[in-house]
């Protein structure tokens, strides 16, 4: 998966540039700048949720 949204644990201790990352979509080739992928930042319980586009997998196999 190219792609993934990324989900915090939604609680008290989640730091604010994380939570400002909750649900929005990265590529894994462009990480955020200050946060890193989930769970590369010190003590991040941020998790990956894998994306699947079709419209994505349909232009790369159309370009194979």
């Known amino acids: ?3 993934h ?4 644990s ?3 201790r989640v730091r604010p540039t ?3 990352n909750e649900g929005k979509k990265f590529r894994w080739d462009t990480p955020p700048e200050e ?3 989930p ?3 010190i003590m ?4 990956a949720i894998p994306v699947f586009d079709l419209d ?9």
């Open 1 to 3: 998966f190219p792609s």
């Open 5 to 8: 949204d990324r989900a915090s």
């Open 10 to 12: 939604n609680d008290e």
């Open 18 to 20: 994380h939570q400002e």
């Open 35 to 37: 946060t890193g992928h």
């Open 39 to 41: 769970g590369e930042d």
């Open 44 to 47: 991040c319980r941020c998790v």
């Open 56 to 64: 994505e997998l349909e232009n790369q196999v159309a370009n194979f």
